[in-house]
């Protein structure tokens, strides 16, 4: 497939475009700087570009078979909600532009619901640094469900989520936050990584939220 990856040098990004090359996939990986440090492959493609644009995202998008998006703000130091909620309404506008239905995009584990049903992000002991981040992301999510005509995919990481091993497993869910017999609710960027591949290639999930967690 031809992928166009928005947010490639992140923590999630990057390791997603290895994902992807190694499976085979022609990636347009698009980041702010319009490069990736130390990352060479004959089926890479590294551009700048701005995923809250919608002329850019379609331009970009033109020609692919899907998008996945792994942008999220710097937290404490970029808004939240423009970039978040910026990068959905120019996903939904641009795709449509460039008449590419597939997008897959992460999203945050703080609109997940707990087995009481209230929200993750609603927990008093929510840090208070990424609560915007959540409130965002809930915000985005919003948008993709109120979209017709796109076949979006949104999956939300376990409640915690950062450097580790790659397992090449993992556990998918729907809107209720996934948690281990002691309670963890736990994955690694590369096992992150694997799941949004998977959901990329097998076309599942379509017009609905997941949840990935060991």
Do not use: C
């Not at 449509?96 to 584990?109: E, F, K, Q």
């Not at 049903?117 to 409130?135: I, Q, S, T, Y």
């Not at 091993?165 to 809107?175: K, L």
Request: no cysteine; proline share 3%.
């Amino acid at each position: 497939m031809k992928i166009v990856l928005f947010g490639a040098s992140g923590n999630i990004g990057r390791p997603a475009t290895e994902e992807l090359l190694r499976r085979g996939h022609t990636v347009t990986a698009v980041t702010r700087a319009g490069h990736l440090d130390g990352l060479r492959h004959q089926a890479l493609t590294v551009t700048a570009g701005d995923v809250t644009d919608a002329a850019a995202v379609a331009g970009l998008a033109a020609s692919h078979d899907a998008v996945l998006s792994a942008v999220g703000p710097r937290i404490g130091r970029e808004n939240d909600r423009a970039t978040i909620v910026g990068a959905a309404r120019a996903l939904i506008d641009g795709l449509r532009r460039a008449d590419v239905t597939r997008l897959v995009t992460i999203g945050g584990a703080g609109s997940l619901r707990t087995p009481t049903g209230a929200r993750v992000m609603d927990d008093p002991h929510f840090p208070a640094l990424w609560k915007a981040n959540a409130e965002a992301q809930a915000e985005a999510l919003d948008l993709y469900r109120g979209t017709t005509g796109l076949e979006w995919t949104y999956v939300s990481p376990a409640a915690h989520i950062g450097p580790g091993e790659r397992r090449g497993a993992y556990r998918t869910g729907g809107d209720t936050l996934l948690t281990d017999d002691a309670g963890a609710s736990e994955i690694s960027y590369a096992d992150y990584a694997i799941a949004l591949a998977d959901t990329i290639e097998s076309g599942t999930a379509i017009r609905r939220r997941i949840t990935v967690a060991y």
